[in-house]
């Protein structure tokens, strides 16, 4: 079963960092990219970026250049996403995807990032 | 830049009835560059349909068409598992996924 597992929800304080992580099973991981996607409530989805696993190569939403960093560890199947700097606004749900063609399948399930303070 | 136009932003319809839900694009679009996806509250989004394919275990009920800059996702008798939000989404040779701002399908 292809299935990607991510990390539980935070609350962050504003000006701090988090980061989440996207485990994969089912394929061989550094055989697709993956991207992940943030949603704010009540809004559509926005991608932030993508990962390739296999080469390290990423690229980021020009808005988020600079503020966010994806890596990714072959050895565990796992990706991750770093966003510092947070502030009120970067409350959203946080989803890692596969990339396969041009369409995204399977979802982790969410992560959750609440910043307050 | 691509920009995804989703009407309508609500839907109200009964079990049972048809639905038809509109995308479109601010340029044309190859066919197969072009996606939709189902959200309930609280669960990630999932892969429906792309290009006029749908996706594994996708009932064939969903079916999608369209091509140049206008796309649609028809659901062909409402079932009452089929209420959510429902998002297109295009992805061709930049790495950006660009999302629509999705059409909400109530229960009449």
């Known amino acids: 079963q292809e299935q990607l597992v991510q990390s539980g929800a935070e609350v962050k304080k504003p000006g701090s960092s988090v980061k989440v992580s996207c485990t994969a099973s089912?394929?061989?991981?550094?055989?697709?990219?993956v991207t992940w996607v943030r949603q704010v409530p009540g809004e559509g989805p926005e991608w932030m970026g993508r990962?390739?696993?296999?080469?390290?190569?990423?690229s980021y939403e020009q808005r988020f250049q600079g503020r966010v960093t994806m890596t990714a560890d072959q050895a565990t199947s796992t990706a991750y996403m770093e966003v510092t700097s947070l502030a009120s606004d970067d409350t959203a749900v946080y989803f890692c995807?596969?990339?396969?063609?041009?369409?995204?399948?399977?979802w982790g399930q969410g992560t959750l990032v609440t910043v307050s303070s | 830049e691509i920009v995804l136009t989703q009407s309508p932003g609500t839907l109200s319809l009964s079990p049972g009835e048809r639905a038809t839900l509109s995308c479109r694009a601010s340029?044309?679009?190859?066919?197969?560059?072009l996606a939709w996806y189902q959200q309930k509250p609280g669960q990630a989004p999932r892969l429906l349909v792309y290009?006029?394919n749908r996706a594994t275990g996708i009932p064939d009920r969903f079916s999608g068409s369209g091509s140049g800059a206008e796309f649609t996702l028809t659901i062909s008798r409402l079932e009452p598992e089929d209420f959510a939000v429902y998002y297109c989404?295009?992805?061709?040779?930049?790495?950006?996924?660009?999302f629509g701002r999705g059409t909400k399908l109530d229960i009449k």
């Open positions: 089912g394929w061989t991981f550094g055989s697709f990219a």
């Open positions: 989404q295009h992805h061709d040779r930049s790495p950006r996924y660009t």
């Open positions: 340029q044309s679009l190859r066919a197969t560059s």
């Open positions: 990962i390739i696993p296999i080469s390290g190569e990423t």
């Open positions: 995807a596969r990339e396969f063609q041009n369409w995204l399948d399977p």
């Open positions: 290009g006029a």
